[in-house]
């Protein structure tokens, strides 16, 4: 069953459970804010799709800002970068959407399409 973690509130959020809905593909929302994956899980997604741990954050939030993370993320190791990450569901890129490792951050319809469709 795949996983669509969101913020209830942001638009890009709707637009992908919009795209899943009317592709008829199931799917279970967890607000990120409450629930997140857990630093195993975020560990396999970063090695099984090549990311950076950079990736995986949502670089325009507010958080990430306030943190001052661009500045500090190449100085922490990358257990140290997916523990912060973590810390805060609003430090992660949404939406995400998360099958075993199979996952998207953000999205792109022709993204989706490719992966998910």
């Not at 967890?30 to 997140?36: G, H, L, M, T």
């Not at 325009?60 to 973590?86: P, V």
Request: hydrophobic share 35%.
């Amino acid at each position: 069953m795949k996983t669509i973690y969101v913020h209830p509130k942001c638009s890009t959020c709707l637009k992908a459970k919009k795209w899943l809905d009317q592709e008829g593909i199931p799917y279970k929302v967890e607000d990120i804010r409450e629930v997140r994956p857990d630093l195993e899980t975020m560990r396999a997604i970063k090695e099984a799709n090549h990311l950076t741990v950079k990736n995986m954050f949502n670089t325009s939030g507010e958080l990430y800002k306030e943190m001052d993370l661009k500045d500090k993320l190449d100085d922490l190791t990358d257990d140290q970068a997916l523990e912060i990450l973590l810390s805060d569901g609003m430090l992660i890129r949404r939406p995400l959407l998360v099958e075993g490792t199979k996952t998207t951050f953000g999205f792109k319809e022709e993204t989706y399409s490719k992966l998910w469709g």
